[in-house]
């Protein structure tokens, strides 16, 4: 039997950092000389971030969360690493899945001597941590998540730093560190830029599987019976809106800042006014940030919102006053 390949979780909630990780963690394999492969999960039917991961052996799971509604997709693509190798696995999750449904998948008789968990990075946002954390401007279902983001880690970074001051930073490790009962790191960063052999320790020797199988609470579409606890994260939306216009850059930044608070995150491939050029952005924290597409892409403008208890049709008439009638 072939080594078992290594494997990286890397959870946290949306828009923490999960794939600017992921790019330094690949950076760091190509250098070792590693042969990769890359889960990546999406809420949405379509990934937006393929590009960053052309090289890469990939897949992606998209439309669900691997941590319930999807869990086959995650070990028929368990499968094909079995069948084609690589020495490192790389898996990340939604920014509401819950690591431990993947570590759970790994850890079943046709897995377990296939893979070998060595991490679970979770990555906290130092910039949403405590509005995410009030009663008053989150849902308990995002502060469970949070917590089990957290308590499921084997190495917690606390990223964005550099949008919160020393004082709220000393708050958030204090609130943390209360949570974490075994001897987690948690290490500060500002975009994901914590040294490789910190990242790419080995954290975790064996998987533990959870004693009490529990009925799983996901969504309707899940009705096996596994052993996992974790929150009903079904509030949690994505919606896609297609066939968008070009735009001009300064009303698109507007508009995404002025979306109600529960639209936690955004992200997509957009076209300015007076430029031909593709731009896949990021919305994350209320701030846009945007990069050209380099070379050719067969993607086509798009762009995902993510949030809670989401008023579709309010945000879908915002952007069609704001967009489509402008654009008309
Ligand atoms: N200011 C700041 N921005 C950051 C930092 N880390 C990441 N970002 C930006 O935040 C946005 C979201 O980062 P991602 O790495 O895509 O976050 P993610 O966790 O993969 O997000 P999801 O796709 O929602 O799961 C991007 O625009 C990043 O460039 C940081 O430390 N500081």
Same mark, same amino acid.
Not at 51 to 54: A, G, Q, R
Not at 167 to 173: Q, S
Not at 210 to 230: F, L, N
């Given at each position: 039997m072939n080594k078992p390949v290594e494997v990286y979780i890397l959870s946290g909630f949306l828009g923490s950092g999960k794939t600017t990780v992921l790019k330094r963690i690949v950076d760091e394999c190509k250098k070792r000389d590693q042969k990769l492969g890359i889960i990546l999960n999406e809420l949405g039917d379509t990934n937006v971030e393929n590009?960053?991961?052309?090289d890469e052996k990939?897949?992606?799971?998209?439309? #669900? /969360?691997?941590c319930c509604s999807i869990q086959d997709d995650l070990k028929m693509t368990l499968n094909q690493f079995v069948e084609n190798p690589v020495d490192v696995l %790389?898996?990340? #999750?939604? *920014? =509401?899945? +819950?690591?431990?449904?993947? =570590?759970?998948a790994l850890a079943t008789p046709e897995f377990i001597d296939r893979f070998s968990l060595l991490s679970i990075i979770s990555l906290v946002d130092a910039s949403n941590y405590l509005d995410y954390q009030s009663i008053f401007s989150s849902s308990k279902e995002i502060r469970t998540l949070l917590k089990e983001q957290i308590t499921s880690a084997s190495l917690i970074i606390l990223n964005k730093t550099d949008l919160v001051s020393d004082? $709220? %930073?000393?708050? &958030?490790?204090l609130q943390i560190n209360k949570l974490i009962t075994h001897d987690v790191p948690v290490v500060q960063s500002s975009f994901g830029e914590v040294p490789a052999d910190v990242l790419l320790q080995t954290r975790i020797r064996?998987? $533990?599987?959870?004693?009490?199988?529990?009925? /799983? *609470? /996901?969504?309707?579409? /899940?009705?096996?019976?596994?052993?996992? !606890?974790?929150v009903n994260h079904a509030a949690i939306k994505a919606i896609k809106l297609e066939d968008l216009p070009v735009v001009e850059k300064k009303i698109f930044e507007k508009w995404l800042k002025e979306l109600p608070n529960d639209v936690l995150r955004g992200k997509g491939i957009i076209q300015f $006014? !007076?430029?031909s050029a593709l731009y896949s952005f990021q919305f994350a924290s209320k701030k846009l940030a945007v990069d050209k597409v380099e070379g050719t892409t067969s993607q086509k403008p798009i762009? &995902? %919102?993510? #949030? +809670?208890?989401?008023?579709v049709e309010e945000i879908r008439a915002s952007y069609e006053k704001t967009f489509l009638q402008l654009s008309r």
């Open positions: 590009h960053l991961f052309e990939m897949y992606e799971l998209l439309n #669900g /969360c691997i %790389l898996i990340e #999750g939604t *920014g =509401v899945a +819950n690591p431990n449904e993947i =570590v759970e004082k $709220k %930073l000393d708050k &958030i490790n064996t998987l $533990k599987l959870s004693e009490e199988p529990k009925t /799983c *609470g /996901c969504s309707s579409t /899940c009705d096996h019976d596994h052993s996992h !606890d974790h $006014k !007076d430029d762009m &995902i %919102l993510i #949030g +809670n208890s989401l008023n």
